[in-house]
């Protein structure tokens, strides 16, 4: 399962909270993301980090900030929810490499967190 | 941006059927992943596929980069492959890491 796990895996909330997720790991992969699932959309990326302190935007990324202070450790934070960001989040994880021409970067992906904002 | 193309988007078998999944996509990749999401929501990753052709127990997949498209067959399905099937992109030149989703492939497996 590459060593990710996501907390709170569910989360009730009311709009205009601030809301936190955490995205961890235990095997020092360099490059994190969060995504997002919606039905009818599949998921869709949020933001993404290739290192401590270094971060940048994905698809979807208005209303979210993200923060990785240590490698192990991605944040994803929604400073005041609303109920557009119901939804299932995703974290994952890669290593990306190059041998010449050619690229890897295959990425695992967390357990998920639901969630809901009344 | 890129597309990517999943059919069929419903599939229903019975139990020890064969099929194969399609995916479709507009431009060059540099990487391509196939994933099952079973019922409990769990992302798997069944393979990374950019060109060729790998193969994984009752599961293969296919990749002609040249033509845009992937192909993802189960062999002599049973009901815990039912869930649904993803197939995900990375557009060549495109920001590391960016995996474009197709809107998946549900299948259910009748016992």
């Known amino acids: 399962d590459a060593g990710i796990t996501q907390s709170p895996r569910h989360k009730v909330t009311e709009t205009g909270t601030p809301v936190t997720l955490r995205c961890h790991q235990t095997e020092n992969h360099r490059y994190m993301y969060w995504y997002r699932q919606d039905p009818g959309h599949g998921l869709r990326l949020i933001h993404y980090?290739?290192?401590?302190?270094?971060?940048d935007k994905g698809e979807v990324s208005d209303g979210y900030s993200v923060s990785r202070s240590k490698t192990e450790d991605f944040l994803l934070t929604l400073e005041s929810a609303t109920s557009s960001q119901t939804s299932v989040y995703f974290c994952?994880?890669?290593?990306?490499?190059?041998?010449?021409?050619?690229?890897?970067?295959?990425?695992?992906f967390g357990p998920g967190t639901r969630l809901t904002v009344l | 941006g890129i597309q990517v193309e999943q059919s069929p988007p419903d599939l229903i078998l019975q139990e020890g059927a064969n099929s194969t999944l399609r995916c479709n996509f507009s431009?060059?990749?540099?990487?391509l992943q196939w994933f099952h999401q079973n019922p409990w929501g769990q992302l798997i990753n069944l393979f990374y596929i950019p060109s060729g052709t790998k193969q994984n127990g009752r599961l293969s997949a296919t990749t002609v980069a040249t033509e845009r498209y992937s192909l993802l067959y189960i062999s002599s399905s049973q009901t815990t492959d039912s869930g649904v099937y993803f197939c995900?992109?990375?557009?060549?030149?495109?920001?590391?890491?960016?995996?474009?989703f197709g809107k998946g492939t549900k299948l259910s497996v009748k016992p």
């Open positions: 994952a994880i890669s290593d990306p490499r190059t041998s010449g021409r050619y690229s890897y970067n295959e990425q695992f």
């Open positions: 980090s290739y290192g401590v302190k270094d971060t």
């Open positions: 431009d060059s990749v540099n990487n």
């Open positions: 995900a992109v990375e557009r060549y030149g495109g920001s590391q890491g960016n995996l474009i």
